[in-house]
């Protein structure tokens, strides 16, 4: 009876793991126990065993394949079972229905997975890079390290019709870090080069493709095919009536996100003379122009796009008020007063306080600001782990709806913006599924758009939670009040150097305070205190966002 | 045979007293002859001396021991004759500047410009472009002087064939060494010259080695040896020329040859050669330690001094008296004395100068560009209608369809439709009848009407003299053309293939292109060399070139390339009219092109690209047969993909029109060129980088405009191969091109 292996969650903070190295192959036996892959997590590089006994009959996942706990891995199946191509046909099509009935091999707490909620929805679910079906496999580019979200092809050190083997360096790509070596993960004859020198492409973009055999049928078609299912929609799903990797379903949701989101470039930006002469005459940051899918760089047109929504934000010049003057409530002001009203009207709060040591994070901010592009804030730090946070304790982002409690569908963060016209708060999409620097990029547009009155209802509708710092004031610690509609506010004062006591020592750390108001209605004290908990825990090891 | 060689050295030579008894000389004219070659001889050891200092750099190759055959010949002709001249030149120069001297401050201001132009100084002859080996005073009767040994014979077959043309009764003299008569050049010339029958005398300078060669036998036991005749007349007597051999270290014998040999050519409008016995003092130029001869045959040469034994008849037949004669050697010195100052205190050149005179500026007034401009767009929408009515109109056969169409065209657009070698045909015999002074010359011009017809009809209008049928000898028919031009007629040359342009090459690039620069902008080349290219009819490698970058890359030439019948016939007869050498290249798959031209009298402005096709989205650039590719190309693309391309025919390829394109590309952002010809350094990459650096208005440049990478379309880069499924592959086609676009705007 065919079985299928799945990644396993190695660790409490495990989200994903990257498949290192393949330790079995088809036809293997393995016994319960037996190691089959290393995986490299956020902390580690751990073995992945076997859960069972029996024969390999398949193995789904690939060496550099990053996957999220629950994904299907590896098939096992008695001695001379055949196992039936739909069986792996229903494993990477329904990974995120089989993910909810699958074993749970974490222990407490587990995540709350709404059925509706496909965990494809959250996690990128990823399937064969080079699945080895009717002889053709796809190349896909390699996360070659944990912060890579892309790489810029350096080398391209093969050529159509070049008959490579596993192991054999392919490319050479430049990633945020380093020139690195990419590697063939698969034997084969390269049939078709998809992309060229010079291209930067996200992570799992299509690179090669490669057959068994020199004269193994490749129709053009189906090159195009390859070469336009595009980077993370992957998923490119083969079957044997389909031998080329087509995408099964529409990319999930939150590929769509990031798309629409503002991508990070980091490093050299590629794009024509004629597209950085407009951006230079229109004021835009090209930075900030998302290429176009498969593009290579931006052209005239994505500017002139990216001009419709313009980043640059005026600042008129702030009234001054004088004592006994009348002062006139604008629009925005009177929503706010009528919104906290409101909250304090009908959200029975409770308040919970708690220091984070923000030592070395402070540390890890100066050095990735360094050279970067995109400079991060504190807030950007703050959105990842308070997103992390309610990604596992999910009932921080409930909401009471008549006799139950509704969570959100995805980790929407808002961010307490000060204006001239006033107080906003916008919201952060997905926070959970960007990176750090996808939100810090995000955020500097919604700052943008806040403060040139450019908001759309979009931005400022829905969120779980809401991130307020007045600590650039000067202020300790302060009680935010909970926003109308989420679930708790959390407020962040500055960052001041404090004695602490430590392994018998008086250390000088950066700590800062964290005060969360929660909606007694929706959470109890001790979901809240963990969910705070882990907040803190998470910005005081920096290793979480290296 | 018809010919015969006469050494004149087995003759008593007449003694001067008796010739100036007989009239034919006068003492003073002697004594004259004297002081030339002293200042030749005071120039050349001078120059020698400069060189060594380092005042004087480059190539200097001294012509001290053969003054009596410069001074010799040229004063056997007269003021209008014409002399062409050598890399080993300074005599010549000298020689004939004295002749044109009207008196002592002009004399010295000849020697003084003659230093000056070897010190490299602004004040030279050619305003120091040419130096040593290109000293020249072309307004005074020079061809000019060639650095590529045997180059300078054409160009004074040309000139020959152009005084006979205008009828002057003048003259050429060309001079070359023994070494040139090995060359292609030269035996090209002796024979067409002899054919065409023209009043040339070659005075050759049998010096006896070529550089350290010796032409014949030798003197040192391991020396080569150039060629197994002694005598150089020997090899005119293979062309049917008469020819004579003197001693050249007598200046009265090479005066008394030449003289007969110019009456000759003045009488029989015939050439003839005189081959002068020399020898030079230095080596072929300073650095030569003339190894290679031997000092006794120095020593032996030596004692027949032609000064000497100038000098030495002049006191024994007591002309002159040894007072006399030291006075003029002293007269000499204080010539090339001052003549040395003057070029040591002259200004260098103005680098800013530095492209003056490349080409004779040329501009058209505004109402040509603007007629062109309306007939162009015109001519392309008869044309357009013409295909159409091709397509609809019935008749019996296709002439007649073709004639109802014709009819409809002219009644409508006011236009004619005729093919590309009828408009050829047309323009040339327009020019022809304008200017007496066009003539065409070329292999096949004649009864053949030109290898693709396009001189047809020519010869029976206007006869065998104006539209010359010549030898297979693309050097000559080149090189005649260019001196035919210097000469003042305008010559079209044509060269059957474009292939064989590098047969002409030398003569094209060094003399055509280069001698209104090398000469100090005196000269003017207004030649048209006709020829065609590009694949098409399957008859391979040495017959379907695309050659236009190896021309593009020569300074002082202009390319055009038509593409239509309207532009072949405005271009031609600009080419024709410009001052400036033009190479105009044809189609050889395009002859029978139809299209609309007007009936009135047009020219089309050298230099000017034509939009073709306007459009917003691509700029398409190419020129010749392969703008109708993009024509085609942009039609389909139009029509099935939504893609508008802008398609621009530079028609003139040098200069080019880098404004209308830059300014297309401005619009599009994107650029695409379009060349039949091989890409690497050739035509694509050309535009390309003129549109990268083209300098707008606002401090932009072309590159800061293009939205994409350009892409160009070229021959692959194989020898054009025979087979039409390979032709075909070897060049862009319209469907490479819809594909090449598609992706271009895809990106």
Redesign the interface.
């Known amino acids: 009876m065919a079985k299928d292996i799945r990644m396993p969650k190695l660790g409490q903070t495990m989200e994903e793991g990257t498949v290192v190295t393949c330790l079995v192959k088809i036809g293997d036996a393995v016994k319960k126990g037996d190691i089959l892959f290393e995986v490299e997590t956020d902390k580690a590089t751990m073995e992945v065993d076997s859960p069972a006994e029996g024969f390999v009959k398949a193995i789904i996942a690939e060496v550099g394949q990053t996957l999220p706990v629950h994904a299907p891995i590896l098939v096992l199946g008695d001695k001379d079972e055949v196992v039936p191509q739909s069986f792996i046909d229903s494993l990477l099509g329904g990974a995120a229905a089989a993910a909810s009935t699958a074993p749970v091999a974490a222990p407490t707490p587990a995540p709350v997975q709404p059925a509706t909620q496909p965990v494809a929805a959250s996690a990128p679910t990823v399937s064969g890079s080079a699945v080895s079906l009717a002889g053709v496999k796809v190349l896909r580019l390699q996360k070659l390290g944990q912060t890579m979200e892309e790489g810029t092809v350096v080398n391209v050190l093969i050529k159509t019709g070049d008959s490579i083997k596993k192991g054999d360096v392919i490319f050479e790509i430049e990633t945020d870090k380093a020139t690195m070596e990419m590697d063939s993960p698969n034997d084969g004859v390269v049939r078709a080069i998809l992309v060229e020198s010079g291209q930067t492409l996200p992570v799992h973009s299509p690179m090669v493709i490669l057959t068994d055999k020199a004269d193994t049928p490749l129709p053009q078609s189906a090159i195009d095919a390859i070469r336009s299912s595009g980077a993370v929609a992957e998923a490119p799903k083969a079957t044997a009536t389909t031998p080329v990797p087509v995408p099964a379903t529409p990319a999930p949701a939150p590929q769509v996100k990031a798309a629409e989101s503002v991508p990070l470039t980091t490093g050299k930006v590629f794009a024509?003379?004629?597209?950085?002469?407009v951006a230079q005459d229109l004021g835009i940051d090209i930075r900030r122009v998302p290429l176009a899918p498969g593009?290579?760089r931006l052209?005239?047109?994505d500017i002139r796009k990216a001009g419709q929504q313009p980043t640059t934000a005026t600042v008129p010049p702030q009234p001054t008020l004088s004592l006994g003057q009348k002062v006139t409530i604008n629009r925005l002001q009177r929503i706010v007063g009528e919104k906290m009203l409101q909250s304090k009207r009908e959200i029975p709060c409770f308040y919970l306080n708690i220091r984070a040591d923000m030592t070395e994070l402070v540390k890890l901010r100066e050095k990735l600001n360094k050279n970067a592009s995109v400079k991060i804030s504190f807030n950007d730090f703050i959105i990842k782990a308070v997103a992390m946070g309610l990604r596992h304790y999910p009932i921080m982002t409930g909401q009471l709806a008549g006799d139950h409690i509704q969570l959100a569908d995805s980790i929407d963060i808002g961010l307490a913006i000060s204006t001239p016209q006033g107080l906003v708060a916008p919201i952060v999409r997905d926070a959970f599924n960007k990176s750090l620097v996808e939100i810090a990029t995000y955020c500097q547009g919604l700052i943008d758009r806040a403060r040139s009155e450019k908001l759309t209802l979009d931005d400022l509708s829905g969120g779980c939670i809401t991130v307020s710092n007045l600590g650039g004031f000067g202020i300790d610690s302060f009680i935010p009040i909970v926003v109308p509609g989420q679930c708790s506010i959390l407020g962040i004062g500055r960052i001041s150097d404090t004695c602490v006591p430590m392994d018998g020592n008086i250390l000088i750390r950066k700590l800062m305070n964290l005060n969360l108001s929660v909606d007694h209605k929706v959470a109890n004290g001790a979901d809240a205190a963990q969910f705070l908990d882990f907040v803190k825990k998470t910005l005081e090891h920096a290793g979480n966002f290296a | 045979m018809s010919f015969k060689i006469e050494d004149m050295r087995k003759k008593a030579v007449p003694k001067i007293g008796a010739l100036i008894k007989k009239g034919a000389l006068t003492a003073d004219q002697v004594k004259d002859w004297l002081r030339t070659m002293w200042e030749i001889r005071y120039f050349e050891d001078r120059v020698y001396d400069l060189l060594g200092q380092n005042i004087i750099k480059g190539a200097s190759h001294l012509y001290a021991g053969q003054e009596a055959v410069a001074v010799g010949s040229i004063a056997a002709i007269e003021i209008g004759d014409v002399i062409g001249s050598t890399h080993r030149g300074h005599g010549h120069c000298g020689a004939i500047g004295n002749k044109y001297a009207q008196d002592e401050k002009a004399r010295q201001d000849h020697w003084n410009r003659m230093m000056a132009e070897l010190m490299g100084k602004q004040t030279g002859y050619c305003n120091g472009r040419g130096g040593s080996m290109h000293i020249a005073d072309v307004k005074n009767g020079c061809l000019g002087s060639t650095g590529i040994v045997g180059g300078n014979i054409p160009t004074a077959v040309g000139a020959a064939l152009a005084e006979k043309h205008k009828k002057t009764g003048k003259v050429v003299l060309s001079f070359f060494g023994d070494g040139s008569t090995n060359t292609g050049s030269f035996h090209e010339s002796m024979n067409m010259a002899s054919v065409m029958k023209v009043p040339m005398i070659a005075i050759v300078e049998n010096n006896l080695y070529g550089m350290s060669v010796p032409f014949y036998g030798r003197s040192i036991e391991s020396a080569g040896c150039a060629a197994n005749i002694e005598n150089i007349a020997e090899r005119a007597a293979a062309y049917g020329i008469p020819a004579k051999i003197v001693d050249g270290m007598d200046v009265i014998s090479v005066y008394l040859a030449v003289k007969e040999a110019v009456e000759f050519a003045r009488e029989k409008c015939q050439m003839s050669m005189v081959e002068t016995k020399c020898y030079r003092w230095y080596g072929h130029s300073r650095s030569d330690a003339r190894e290679y001869r031997s000092k006794e045959e120095e020593k032996m040469w030596k004692e027949r001094d032609p000064i000497t034994v100038l000098s030495r008849k002049l006191k024994e037949e007591e002309l002159a008296t040894d007072e006399e004669l030291e006075a003029i050697r002293v007269q000499a010195l204080k010539t090339i004395d001052t003549a040395t100052d003057f070029a040591t205190n002259s200004p260098w050149p103005d680098p800013k100068d530095l492209a003056k005179d490349v080409y004779v500026e040329e501009s058209y007034p505004a109402e040509v560009v603007a007629k062109d401009k309306e007939y162009s767009s015109k001519a392309m929408k008869a044309t357009e209608t013409f295909e159409k009515l091709m397509k609809t109109l019935e008749g019996k056969t296709k002439k007649e369809i073709s004639e109802k169409a014709r009819a409809a065209i002219k009644a409508d657009f006011g236009m004619d439709v005729i093919a590309i070698k009828d408009a050829l045909i047309a323009a040339q015999a327009e020019e022809m009848r304008r200017d007496p002074n066009v003539i065409i010359e070329g292999e096949d011009v004649g009864i053949y009407g030109g290898a693709y017809s396009a001189t047809k009809g020519l010869l029976a209008e206007f006869g065998k003299d104006r539209v010359i049928d010549t030898a297979i000898s693309e050097a000559a028919i080149t090189g005649c053309a260019v001196g035919a031009a210097i000469r003042g007629i305008r010559p079209i040359a044509e060269i059957m293939y474009v292939d064989f342009i590098t047969i002409s090459m030398d003569q094209l690039m060094h003399n055509g292109a280069f001698n209104r620069y090398m000469f100090g902008g005196h000269a003017k080349v207004p030649m048209v060399l006709r020829t065609e290219g590009g694949v098409g009819r399957c008859i391979a490698a040495h017959h379907s070139k695309s050659l236009e970058p190896w021309l593009v890359n020569v300074p002082g030439l202009y390319v055009v390339m038509p593409s239509t019948p309207y532009d072949a016939k405005g271009l031609l007869k600009a080419a024709i009219r410009s001052d400036n050498p033009v190479v105009y290249i044809e189609h050889k798959a395009t002859y029978g092109q139809m299209g609309a031209l007007p009936l009135d009298e047009y020219i089309i402005p050298l230099g000017f690209a034509d939009i073709k096709r306007p459009g917003k989205d691509v700029t398409i650039v190419s020129y010749s047969r392969q703008i109708m590719f993009c024509l085609a190309a942009a039609k389909e693309l139009a029509d099935k993909h939504g893609i508008d391309c802008e398609v621009i025919d530079l028609r003139t390829l040098k200069p080019m029109d880098a404004k209308t394109v830059a300014e297309s590309v401005r619009k599009t952002g994107r650029l695409m060129t379009v060349c039949e010809s091989f890409c690497m350094a050739g035509m694509g990459p050309e535009i390309v980088r003129r549109v990268i650096e083209y300098p707008f208005e606002n401090g932009r440049t072309g590159f800061d405009y293009l939205d994409a990478a350009p892409v160009n379309l070229a021959a692959a880069d194989v020898p054009p191969p025979m087979s039409e499924p390979l032709e075909n592959a070897s060049i862009p086609t319209p469907d490479k091109i819809v594909a090449a676009v598609q992706k271009l705007v895809r990106k």
């Open positions: 024509t003379p004629r597209a950085k002469m593009a290579a052209t005239e047109a």
